[in-house]
Nanobody, 116 residues
Framework: QVQLVESGGGLVQPGGSLRLSCVAS????????MGWYRQAPGKERELVAH???????NYVESVKGRFTISRDNTKNTVYLQMNSLKAEDTAVYYC??????????WGQGTQVTVSS
């Protein structure tokens, strides 16, 4: 059974930083594509960033240059380093895993609030 456990959300002032973590279990992490999505109140869930099993990455335009996705296959963990946070980054952030067999799983979400 695949499980994703996120952590690292919280309240931060504009311009601040946070690092989200997502620990996966129950599948072959190194073969999985990992991603972070977010959903703000009243909006659709949107892709923030992906990292493939080969380490290649993809970002939504609005976070390029501010956010960095990375993975540590020895710890079955994917990270999202978020710098220069803005109020519009406020959302629930979800970890996403697409396994080698194309099964897809989601974490429970972690709240990120950017406010002064």
């Amino acid at each position: 059974q695949v499980q994703l456990v996120e952590s690292g959300g919280g309240l931060v002032q504009p311009g601040g930083s946070l690092r989200l973590s997502c620990v996966a279990s129950g599948t072959i992490f190194s073969l999985s594509r990992m991603g972070w999505y977010r959903q703000a109140p009243g909006k659709e869930r949107e892709l923030v960033a992906h990292i493939n099993s080969d380490g290649s990455t993809n970002y939504v335009e609005s976070v390029k240059g501010r956010f960095t996705i990375s993975r540590d296959n020895t710890k079955n963990t994917v990270y999202l380093q978020m710098n220069s946070l803005k109020a519009e980054d406020t959302a629930v952030y979800y970890c996403d895993l697409v396994a080698y067999d194309r099964s897809r799983y989601w974490g429970q979400g972690t709240q990120v609030t950017v406010s002064s």
